[in-house]
DNA sequence: CGGTACGTTGAGTCATATCAACCATAGTGG
DNA sequence: CCACTATGGTTGATATGACTCAACGTACCG
């Protein structure tokens, strides 16, 4: 399954921007440590709430990752593709992870036992400030999206995750996005309910802003989406 | 005005839990760069989207810390009082503001010019890793808000506000909390209408829950608002 | 061939937004 | 000192987006 990332080469390594500072003895010393974990569709990475030994780097495949609330009910607030970081809050904070995730296609990550984040952390300065950059990028982006959540409506909103699935995971030849999520999993994104985001979604297909053959959504008109995202109406 | 703080001696650098593992060059080159700033109530800190020179640390009064949406509405998405330090994100990755503070009470900042931030992190494993630390506790602080804005009442985030405003800034004699908002400034933290707002709060003050005498909130039944906060109804 | 999960549609309800009018308060200038 | 105005607070009426519940269709899977 593995051919991209066979034995994790310091080539490999490097490739990830996360570790780009590292230097020849510290890629050795992650060779020696890390593993290289597949995971099957639906398979738990890490539960929420309870402790987490180590981070993992996303490789190939995609995960989702989610906190879930009051009423069992639970928020997406992040899908993670190849050569993201997942789960390093908790490790840095030794608390116990605060959402869980898993995986929404079979995937290959890597996992990095958390005595050696400490380790890197500590020793290795420029590793902590990428570290640091990542924090505050998802930080940034976090507040981006509570805004949008208090502000827009779901039609907005369905419209913008629209543009930013096409933007992060790409389309096929057809137009396709080349992530498939249930309407339930949508729904848990974009904050609503299923059948909020089935009624709308069918209100796109009619106005052929998309297509929606079997599970995979194409994206057919762009600018329309644009439009109900980003301005008013 | 600024009795508490008057020039930044090393005492009250070690006292910031943000700077404690700073050694004494360290602090003093910061008693020579950092400088203490006032603004009056209401006066802009900082203005999104505008690059902004260095970060601040707030040493009395309180700032709010919100982010314009595209109607022009902000939503409040923090608020800072002493020892809490604003504006890293932006100054570590040099990028324009995301969001803009103003001071909604009267109050003194250390402003910490941007290079001296660049240079301590890069010069001290152990200040980087605090600012890690705090990056990822507002990460996760701002995980649960989404989740909270995405699944509860407006009516079960409002008390949930007033006890973490009671929690955070306490309350006189009287359990009138320490912090004065417009019910237009709580309606952009819960993020709904400001009539909303005010009905609620009717509603609390009939139930007793709170009491509004003039612009202070009163906590009466802490419990009762605990119930609605996080259970059902 | 049933079964289970997912998708779809409709009807009814409710929370919340919106719009509009009005009141309270405080600061301002004559 | 008093109108005058601005600002924020309050209330009511109305509209509507979104949720819930319920039924039913569809597709994949053993």
Redesign the interface.
Known sequence: MNTEFPDLPHAVWRSLSLLRHLNPDELAYLDEVAETRTYAKNEIIFTQSKRISGCYIVLSGIVKQF?T???G?E?I?RLAKAYEILGF?SV??EEPA??TSTAIEDCTVCYIPKDCMHRL???N?DF??D???I??????E???????????SVKERLAELLLMLKNKFGVNEQQQLNIVLSREEVANVV?TATESIIRLLSEFRNDRYIDTGGKKIAILNEKALEKIA???G
């Open positions: 906190k609330g009051g009423e009910k928020y607030f809050r840095l904070s605060c959402s952390v500590k020793t300065g902590a400030l570290l640091l950059q924090a505050c990028r998802e930080l940034e976090s507040h981006s999206l509570i805004t949008n959540i208090a502000q827009k904050g980003f301005l008013k």
